[in-house]
């Protein structure tokens, strides 16, 4: 199955400062999501970005999709400590079976 | 509250003695799936399920075994456990059509 891949795999910033991360993927989608997981716990499902949408907001967070170059990038405005966590993108494949692929993971760290 | 739910949250076990997670969801979702989490390899689906008696496999099946039963159950069964399964194990759910996932909040498994 494809995976999203995230870039850069761990970043660090201080807190106020913007996060950008990028994911790449590889097939066609039916949609790309991102999710949080904070130290090993469950992920939670941030936003939701469909194939047909090139940008979406969520509070401090907004998400870019550009499906000509296959990559999405998440960006949190105005960091927070309790930002720090890992970030995910999954990718919802376009044949319907309803599978999400999952990327590594980026680890990002909010220095208070 | 709609969640979903993963018991046992910590499972040390021997090599070879069946044991069985359980999942369960409140929230009528028709889709559940199990995930394992391992450092460096991000998320891997094992088993799916699309609705109650339709099961199928994810890209890492190999030692595991699921059934559905009924809408909100969707255990994992190892039967014979290795210690290559040691690992982080999620259970999630959602309504259909790739939509966001709910995720349990996690089974952390040793086998020695």
């Known amino acids: 199955s494809q995976q999203g891949e995230e870039d850069p795999q761990a970043l660090s910033i201080q807190e106020g400062e913007n996060a950008t991360m990028n994911c790449s993927y590889k097939?066609?989608?039916?949609?790309l999501q991102w999710y949080r997981q904070n130290s090993g716990r469950g992920l939670v499902h941030l936003i939701l970005?469909?194939?047909?949408?090139r940008e979406k907001h969520s509070g401090r967070l907004r998400v870019t999709l550009d499906t000509s170059k296959k990559s999405s990038s998440l960006l949190i405005t105005a960091s927070r400590a309790a930002d720090t966590a890992s970030y995910f993108c999954?990718?919802?494949?376009?044949?319907?079976?309803?599978?999400?692929?999952f990327g590594k993971g980026n680890q990002v760290v909010v220095i208070p | 509250e709609a969640q979903v739910t993963q018991n046992p949250r910590y499972l040390i076990t021997v090599t070879g003695k069946k044991l069985t997670v359980t999942c369960s969801q409140n929230?009528?979702?028709?889709?559940m799936s199990w995930y394992r989490q391992d450092p460096g390899l991000g998320l891997r689906q094992i088993y799916y399920?699309?609705?109650?008696?339709?099961?199928d496999k994810g890209d890492v099946p190999e030692g595991y075994k699921v059934s559905r039963k009924e809408k909100r159950n969707f255990p994992l069964i190892l039967e014979s456990p290795s210690p290559n399964q040691t690992s982080l194990y999620f259970c999630?759910?959602?309504?259909?059509?790739?939509?966001?996932?709910?995720f349990g909040n996690g089974t952390r498994l040793t086998v020695t």
């Open positions: 929230m009528n979702h028709e889709y």
């Open positions: 399920s699309m609705n109650v008696e339709v099961t």
């Open positions: 970005i469909r194939s047909n949408e």
């Open positions: 097939t066609s989608i039916n949609n």
């Open positions: 999954a990718t919802a494949d376009s044949y319907g079976n309803n599978r999400l692929a």
């Open positions: 999630a759910s959602t309504p259909g059509t790739a939509g966001p996932l709910h």
